[in-house]
């Protein structure tokens, strides 16, 4: 992790009709942090993040991700960017190999480079035996790995992980986490949210959304003295219970 912001929030909102979503939320994200988005379902995250991915126009305040305004420059935004959700963007009619090939091309890489990525990528796995098998046949946490991998085929400064060890087990989970902490190595920041609390203490820091607010930020061990709490879990329940609205 270094000095260097690359996710920039300030006042960020979101609105429909009467109902404020995202309530100005302000934070910032370093280079190489692996930055821990929380909240219970409702409480606004996953209409933060289409936000920060370019995906949604926010109704007021402004943010950067990568050095590009949100707002006005949605697209180089998503260039630079990778985005895995629990929903993998992944092809079951197509071989692991096949799935490197196409994101390559979507990402603008050379073919030769790509699969001499795809090389590197599947002997870093251990999926070098898997190249031509179908992604449908699968285990789900191979699936889950081979969709990280392909978020950050491209080197994007930033991957955003939208809940992405939902239905795995606790081993495959950790085994997931491996791979992030490779990729925060790497200099690639990683913005995650997950229900796992588990999982909240292995980032560098963590915000903690209530109706719309980011009502705590900080390391797990600052927030866990803060709260008094044992465990990240301890913390995020003083939290949730004080919501008023429900998803």
């Not at 990778?82 to 009619?93: E, P, T």
């Not at 791979?179 to 909240?200: C, K, N, P, S």
């Not at 209530?210 to 879990?233: C, H, W």
């Amino acid at each position: 992790m270094t000095d260097k912001i690359v996710i920039k929030a300030e006042g960020l909102t979101k609105q429909f009709g009467k109902f404020i979503a995202t309530n100005h939320i302000s934070f910032e994200v370093h280079e190489g942090e692996i930055f821990g988005f929380l909240g219970a379902n409702g409480a606004g995250k996953t209409t933060a993040m289409r936000m920060l991915c370019g995906l949604s126009h926010p109704s007021d305040g402004r943010a950067s991700v990568a050095g590009y305004d949100i707002a006005t420059q949605a697209e180089e935004v998503k260039r630079h960017i990778g985005y895995m959700s629990q929903k993998f963007s992944l092809y079951d009619d197509l071989t692991v190999e096949e799935n490197f090939t196409l994101f390559g091309g979507i990402y603008g890489i050379s073919r030769q480079k790509a699969k001499e990525k795809t090389t590197s990528l599947l002997t870093e796995l251990g999926f070098e035996s898997e190249r031509k098998t179908m992604v449908r046949s699968l285990p789900l946490g191979w699936k889950q790995k081979l969709a990280f991998s392909l978020a950050i085929f491209h080197n994007p400064h930033i991957v955003f992980l939208d809940e992405p060890t939902g239905g795995v087990d606790p081993v495959t989970r950790r085994q997931f986490w491996e791979l992030i902490y490779r990729a925060a190595d790497r200099g690639i920041t990683v913005f995650v949210t997950t229900h796992y609390m588990d999982e909240a203490e292995y980032c560098d820091r963590v915000s903690i959304m209530v109706d719309g607010k980011i009502e705590a930020l900080d390391t797990p061990a600052n927030l866990k003295r803060q709260f008094g709490g044992a465990s990240m879990y301890d913390v995020f329940y003083a939290l949730a219970r004080t919501a008023k609205r429900v998803d």
